[in-house]
């Protein structure tokens, strides 16, 4: 398989309809060739593992054990939940049928789609393409894989090396011009991940082929701190969520709503959390990552005077270096409130009672993440009952995307579809409906 960039229209309808070919020619449909290219992935990733971290460093700085943690390891473990689970998940389910419709047998099977397109994002540029394409693979589809252009040096690693160990796989390397020359074609589901403002470029082109699109958006994700938590833990949870991947992380907890006097304790207890976290000063630590662009640093430095800052608050533009930073007395109306931050700065926003935090997430658009700190079974109960987001977490943070079992998708403006595990078969596949009655009877 060639490693294909500067994609025009017409390269771009040759290798959707070389994919095409492939599909109806039923050579991906056998739960053997599933597992062989499941197999192949699983290969790719021990095999290329340091071309993959060195690249993944490039990029990012992404240390070593964060990037096997959340670039390899989390891909690994979702092949290995589903090599474990594919021959359930894709047997037929049969289905009760009502007594006017006897004799006759009905059941539910789930078939692939045809041709996927899976457009990654720059902040886990491995995971984040990869993880999907095991769905697509299990599912039994072939799949045209966009790396982001952001990451070049993540996307090229990819580009050299997925080809070669599994079939049925186009990669396109390139920057707008090659993503639009593909959203042109027709393809049979398309999986993306990224910003809403893409997001609505990316279904808008679907939607001129009826194609069902799978949207993994991001938002402000907040964190509920109740009087009564343990504090010092509760800060650990939220940092380790909020500053890996130097905050890049869609699920990173985006601000805090601190309830009742817990607002100054817990900045306290952050600013000690950063420190045995990254030492004294995190630009010399080889555990804390940069940010991706000049471009997204200026935008986050710009954030930064708004509000007092208990701890980070350093700059270096040629570095693409942002301190670990919490914020106190921050408004609402503050830009810092306004978009996702998606970077190193977390604000912590006083609120007097539960009524009041719920009454402030559920003003803003749903979030992919909820998290909340508490003792309070009440309060648990009242969180899952009135709010709505993507996924709730009670007692940490960014952790149950890890999950296999777990759906992992937004909801509203945080983005529409699920996937990992099982959920990455139904999101792959159209599940039919077969009804089998004799004609003799």
């Keep these: 398989m060639a490693r294909l960039e500067s994609m025009t229209s017409s390269d771009a309808s040759a290798v959707v309809d070389e994919l095409r070919m492939l599909f109806r020619s039923g050579v991906t449909k056998p739960v053997e060739w599933r597992r062989t290219q499941l197999t192949g992935l699983r290969k790719l990733l021990s095999e290329q593992a340091d071309v993959f971290l060195k690249a993944l460093y490039a990029d990012l700085r992404k240390n070593t054990a964060e990037a096997k943690r959340a670039e390899i390891a989390l891909v690994r473990n979702e092949i290995d939940h589903t090599l474990e689970n594919l021959d359930s998940w894709l047997s037929p389910e049969p289905a009760g049928l009502p007594y006017p419709l006897r004799p006759a047998d009905g059941r539910v099977v789930r078939e692939p789609l045809g041709v996927a397109l899976i457009i990654g994002p720059w902040n886990y540029p491995l995971q984040l393409v990869l993880a999907p394409l095991v769905g ?10 966009k790396p982001s252009e952001l990451s070049p040096n993540t996307s090229a690693a990819i580009a050299e090396h997925l080809p070669n160990y599994v079939e049925g796989v186009r990669v396109v390397e390139g920057a707008v011009p090659e993503t639009t020359a593909l959203l042109e074609q027709k393809f049979d589901t398309i999986f993306y991940t990224g910003n809403g403002t893409v997001g609505r470029i990316v279904m808008a082109a679907a939607a001129k082929h009826l194609t069902p699109v799978t949207l993994e958006l991001g938002g402000k994700s907040p964190a509920i701190v109740e009087p009564g938590a343990d504090l010092a833990m509760t800060a650990q949870r939220l940092a380790y969520g909020k500053f890996a991947n130097a905050g890049q992380t869609c699920v990173a907890p985006d601000y805090v709503l601190a309830i009742g006097d817990t607002g100054p304790k817990l900045a306290e207890h952050l600013a000690e959390t950063v420190k045995a976290m990254f030492g004294d000063d995190p630009a010399t630590s080889e555990s804390y990552g940069r940010i991706i662009s000049t471009r997204h640093h200026d935008r986050l430095t710009a954030l930064l005077d708004n509000g007092t800052v208990v701890v980070g608050g350093q700059a270096d533009r040629d570095e693409k ?7 106190t007395d921050v408004s609402p109306d503050a830009p810092v409130m306004r978009d996702e931050i998606f970077g190193p700065i977390l604000p912590i926003i006083d609120v007097p009672d539960v009524d009041a935090a719920l009454e402030f997430v559920n003003e803003r658009d749903k979030p992919l993440a909820l998290y909340a700190f508490t003792e309070s079974e009440e309060t648990k109960r009242r969180i899952e009952t009135e709010t709505s987001s993507g996924g709730l977490v009670f007692g940490a943070a960014i952790i149950h995307l890890v999950a296999p079992e777990l759906p992992f ?7 529409m579809g699920r996937y990992h595990g099982r959920y990455s078969i139904e999101n792959f596949s159209h599940v039919k409906a077969v009804l089998d009655k004799p004609l003799a009877g």
């Design 136 to 145: 697509a693979l299990a599912a039994g589809n072939c799949a045209v894989v």
């Design 409 to 415: 998708g937004g909801v509203g403006e945080s983005g």
């Design 321 to 327: 270096y942002i301190a670990p930073t919490v914020l």
